[in-house]
């Protein structure tokens, strides 16, 4: 029972994925045995292929039919996963603009700020290499494009997502905010960083006359965490909803066609999680397994929701509890959902390469670096939400002449791929604070 209430939020998770599961399952079950099928036996056709062309006709009609009614009950189930990611993104743009200020405020003048900020980006940046150049390793050394001789898509399918064409003028007018007010509605977290850290700069730098703004972005950011914690009771719900809807509308057969890829990619991340990062936390010292138990719950929500930013205020709060210090968690997590998702990092070229051994498509190894050296840059201001990853490689897929319909050889499957790397993007940043609090001399 102690175990229960320490553990609540875990608990009902961990229920409503199976639940989530169980009810998909029998609904999907449901709608292959709902019996809106022709009676052939009134076709009366001799012609033998005529009547072939006509049976097709009449399958493919059917098989649309499922499809829109999958569709349509599991948008009944996927409501209640809305609501809880809208309640999240209600509270990430006030919560990083109160925790940034904060900590940059502690922190206290540009020259500290600048100092911290580029031990982070050197980290950052060593990390996105290593997680790119892990996908590529992955890809070439397995093969799942090769092994699994999938169908291909018709050349005339529409994927439904839109190349991201990220350039260096686009990237400024993204990170440069025209107005504080608009990036806030729009959640774009890099633009509230940028104007955090003037703000929280200028606010230390009056001294007794900035003590009160100071003073009120602490009781904001403490409003926002109790709001979290309101915010996060709706979890399990919103789990429920998003694990069920997924099933309703793949089922789980899908996933006996993908095994290879599920298992190849799965285990990168893993070998990422255990390996690399586990000797990063090594060489800086850091209690590794303490980490990733302080950081279970922030951990499992983003693996179940495939979110990354819907842990984030857990994900703060489990740091702090950790014992790395404020200024930093407020520093560096914001900037690491921008610039440190690393599961998502791996996933790009990786599901590139897929894609090409698909098609058969050859790249060489020249390609695949500058492919690791263009992602270096244009993953960055990804946003850490479902699909995110997809829009990049439509960019991909498009620089490489890789047909770009080849994006839906991954749908079937990639709200699963996508909660393991949110996962991976949560403790990749969890250790990102903890390494650059180890080198500004922190002691947990």
């Given at each position: 029972m102690s175990y229960f209430k320490k553990n609540k939020l875990i608990v009902l998770i961990i229920l409503a994925m199976l639940a989530g599961l169980a009810i998909g399952f029998i609904v999907n079950k449901s709608h292959k045995s709902n019996k809106f099928v022709y009676d052939r036996s009134k076709l009366n056709i001799e012609n033998v292929k005529v009547k072939e062309e006509v049976e097709k006709g009449l399958k493919k009609q059917e098989e649309t039919w499922f499809k829109e009614a999958k569709k349509k009950t599991a948008s009944n189930y996927s409501?209640?996963?809305?609501?809880?990611?809208?309640?999240?993104?209600?509270?990430?743009?006030?919560?990083?603009?109160?925790?940034?200020?904060?900590?940059?405020?502690?922190?206290?003048?540009?020259?500290?700020?600048?100092?911290?900020?580029?031990?982070?980006?050197?980290?950052?940046?060593?990390?996105?290499?290593i997680a790119l150049a892990l996908g590529l390793v992955l890809v070439n050394v397995f093969e799942p494009g090769k092994v699994m001789h999938l169908d291909l898509p018709d050349t005339k399918a529409e994927t439904g997502i839109k190349a991201n064409a990220q350039d260096v003028k686009n990237f400024i007018d993204h990170v440069i905010p025209e107005s504080i007010i608009r990036a806030m509605a729009a959640n774009d977290i890099l633009p509230i960083v940028v104007f955090a850290l003037f703000f929280g700069v200028a606010a230390a730098s009056i001294g007794d006359h900035g003590k009160p703004i100071i003073k009120a972005f602490d009781s904001l950011s403490h409003v926002m965490f109790k709001v979290t914690n309101f915010v996060m009771s709706f979890a399990p719900v919103g789990v429920f909803g998003a694990i069920s809807a997924v099933v309703i509308m793949q089922g789980l057969d899908v996933l006996s066609g993908y095994v290879y890829l599920i298992a190849c990619f799965f285990g990168g991340l893993l070998f990422f999680v255990f390996v690399v990062l586990f000797l990063i936390s090594v060489m800086f010292k850091i209690r590794f397994f303490a980490l990733l138990k302080d950081i279970k719950e922030p951990t499992l929500l983003a693996l179940s929701t495939a979110s990354s930013e819907s842990a984030m205020p857990k994900t703060i709060e489990a740091l702090e509890k950790h014992g790395i210090s404020n200024r930093i968690v407020s520093f560096v997590l914001p900037l690491g959902y921008s610039f440190n998702l690393d599961g998502s990092i791996m996933?790009?070229?990786?599901?590139?390469?897929?894609?090409?051994?698909?098609?058969?498509?050859?790249?060489?190894?020249?390609d695949q670096i500058k492919m690791m050296l263009i992602l270096l840059v244009t993953?960055?201001?990804?946003?850490?939400?479902?699909?995110?990853?997809?829009?990049?490689?439509?960019?991909?897929?498009?620089?490489?002449?890789?047909?770009?319909?080849?994006?839906?050889l991954l749908l079937a499957v990639d709200q699963l791929l996508d909660m393991g790397r949110s996962a991976t993007n949560v403790i990749g940043n969890a250790v990102a604070s903890a390494v650059v609090a180890r080198l500004e001399g922190e002691k947990f």
């Amino acid at each position: 029972m102690s175990y229960f209430k320490k553990n609540k939020l875990i608990v009902l998770i961990i229920l409503a994925m199976l639940a989530g599961l169980a009810i998909g399952f029998i609904v999907n079950k449901s709608h292959k045995s709902n019996k809106f099928v022709y009676d052939r036996s009134k076709l009366n056709i001799e012609n033998v292929k005529v009547k072939e062309e006509v049976e097709k006709g009449l399958k493919k009609q059917e098989e649309t039919w499922f499809k829109e009614a999958k569709k349509k009950t599991a948008s009944n189930y996927s409501i209640l996963s809305d609501i809880f990611l809208h309640l999240i993104k209600m509270i990430i743009a006030p919560l990083v603009l109160a925790v940034l200020v904060l900590g940059v405020a502690k922190v206290g003048d540009f020259k500290s700020v600048g100092r911290i900020g580029l031990k982070t980006l050197i980290y950052f940046t060593s990390a996105t290499l290593i997680a790119l150049a892990l996908g590529l390793v992955l890809v070439n050394v397995f093969e799942p494009g090769k092994v699994m001789h999938l169908d291909l898509p018709d050349t005339k399918a529409e994927t439904g997502i839109k190349a991201n064409a990220q350039d260096v003028k686009n990237f400024i007018d993204h990170v440069i905010p025209e107005s504080i007010i608009r990036a806030m509605a729009a959640n774009d977290i890099l633009p509230i960083v940028v104007f955090a850290l003037f703000f929280g700069v200028a606010a230390a730098s009056i001294g007794d006359h900035g003590k009160p703004i100071i003073k009120a972005f602490d009781s904001l950011s403490h409003v926002m965490f109790k709001v979290t914690n309101f915010v996060m009771s709706f979890a399990p719900v919103g789990v429920f909803g998003a694990i069920s809807a997924v099933v309703i509308m793949q089922g789980l057969d899908v996933l006996s066609g993908y095994v290879y890829l599920i298992a190849c990619f799965f285990g990168g991340l893993l070998f990422f999680v255990f390996v690399v990062l586990f000797l990063i936390s090594v060489m800086f010292k850091i209690r590794f397994f303490a980490l990733l138990k302080d950081i279970k719950e922030p951990t499992l929500l983003a693996l179940s929701t495939a979110s990354s930013e819907s842990a984030m205020p857990k994900t703060i709060e489990a740091l702090e509890k950790h014992g790395i210090s404020n200024r930093i968690v407020s520093f560096v997590l914001p900037l690491g959902y921008s610039f440190n998702l690393d599961g998502s990092i791996m996933y790009m070229t990786f599901a590139t390469v897929f894609i090409a051994q698909s098609y058969g498509i050859e790249i060489t190894m020249a390609d695949q670096i500058k492919m690791m050296l263009i992602l270096l840059v244009t993953s960055k201001g990804m946003a850490g939400v479902p699909r995110a990853s997809l829009v990049v490689i439509a960019g991909m897929l498009s620089m490489f002449k890789i047909p770009g319909e080849g994006l839906l050889l991954l749908l079937a499957v990639d709200q699963l791929l996508d909660m393991g790397r949110s996962a991976t993007n949560v403790i990749g940043n969890a250790v990102a604070s903890a390494v650059v609090a180890r080198l500004e001399g922190e002691k947990f």
